[in-house]
């Protein structure tokens, strides 16, 4: 049985089972003063700074200017989001478990559902999020299935289900951006997915309110070839 990565804080778990988860500083060294200031009775004797005489010092030269260098998206450099790797995912604020891809996703302390998790880059932040079960030969774990955000209606709130991978449909677009430490902040037009005590998993909007919920992903190993190509 292949084993999972589940990594929090300081707690790392190890499971195997299904998985269906300058600012530039010129310092110029400044003009050399013609001479130690001397106090005189007119203002007329003040030698301003312009009547130095040619043989003062020169100022140094600034060092040369540098560029900040432009925001990069966060995939282009962090290899969990170059989609060329299976990650799990944990709860930051969670101190076991992972989550899970079981008919909709939820986090659990066991080995069910889909917890192989490969987020593919679509430009910018934003990701498919590809599901896996466990890398065991079978076609069917190797068929990859795609967060996709359900509206139970109802007043019932956002969750996410699996679905057919397309991502031209925007409730399977989903944007990951680094939140600090090591940590992700996982969103779909504006509804972050949280950790709700009552409704498990789900995906809401929290306005200026901060985030519950961040989480980490773990890396995993080469993604798969997906059994269809």
């Known amino acids: 049985m292949s084993k999972v990565k589940w990594a929090t804080g300081a707690v790392l778990m190890v499971c195997g089972g299904a998985l269906v988860a300058c600012q530039s500083d010129p310092t110029a060294t400044p003009v050399a003063s013609s ?17 130095s005489p040619a043989s003062a010092s020169p100022p140094s030269s600034s060092p040369p200017s540098v560029t900040p260098s432009p925001r990069t998206p966060a995939g282009s450099t962090d290899r969990v989001l170059s989609g060329t790797r299976e990650v799990t995912i944990v709860r930051v604020q969670a101190f076991e478990g992972g989550i899970a891809l079981d008919g909709q996703l939820m986090e659990v302390d066991d080995d069910s559902g889909r917890q192989l998790f490969v987020p593919t880059p679509l430009g910018g932040d934003t990701y498919l999020i590809k599901a896996y079960g466990r890398a065991d030969g079978h076609p069917a774990n190797d068929e990859p299935a795609c967060w996709q955000v359900d509206n139970p209606g109802n007043a019932r709130p956002l969750t996410i289900e699996g679905a057919v991978c397309d991502p031209d449909n925007p409730a399977q677009r989903f944007t990951i951006t680094a939140s600090g430490k090591g940590a992700y902040a ?3 037009r504006s509804a972050y997915l949280q950790h709700s005590p009552s409704r498990g998993i789900i995906l809401e909007e929290v306005g200026d309110a901060p985030l519950r919920s961040t989480f980490r992903l773990v890396d995993n190993g080469p993604a798969r070839r997906p059994a269809g190509g």
């Open 186 to 188: 996982i969103s779909n």
């Open 35 to 51: 001479g130690p200031a001397t106090a005189t009775a007119t203002a007329s004797a003040t030698v301003p700074a312009s009547s």
